[in-house]
């Protein structure tokens, strides 16, 4: 089992910059892929990132790809979110993921959630 804590989020005007963390309690991290969500007011949890356990695998919804970086410090049972060029569309809780499947990019998919992270981004 892992717990995850995201923290990170705040309120950033378009085009700036954020960094979302991950931490996961726990000795078994590298056993999971792990991945972000995000879920808007009214709208479903969309799958944003994923990267495999060794950090050499990674994907991204096409919303973001170029402008999101996902990656992992197995050493620091972290996983990162660099969100570049933020649009108003961004605007969502952010979720940590993690999975003993491999490489999914569904809510389903996932067993452990973390609490959320808001992220706001004004226009």
């Known amino acids: 089992q892992v717990q995850l804590v995201e923290s990170g989020g705040g309120l950033v005007q378009a085009g700036d910059s954020l960094r979302l963390s991950c931490a996961a309690s726990g000795r078994t991290f590298i056993s999971y892929d792990m991945a972000w969500f995000r879920q808007a007011p009214g709208k479903e949890r969309e799958f944003v990132a994923v990267i495999s356990w060794s950090g050499g695998s990674t994907d991204y919804v096409d919303s973001v790809k170029g402008r999101f970086t996902i990656s992992r410090d197995n050493a620091k049972n972290t996983v990162y979110l660099q969100m570049d060029s933020l649009k108003p569309e961004d605007t969502a809780v952010y979720y940590c993921?993690?999975?003993?499947?491999?490489?999914?990019?569904?809510?389903?998919?996932?067993?452990?959630w973390g609490q959320g992270t808001q992220v706001t981004v004004s226009s």
């Open positions: 993921a993690a999975t003993t499947r491999r490489f999914v990019n569904r809510v389903r998919g996932y067993d452990y």
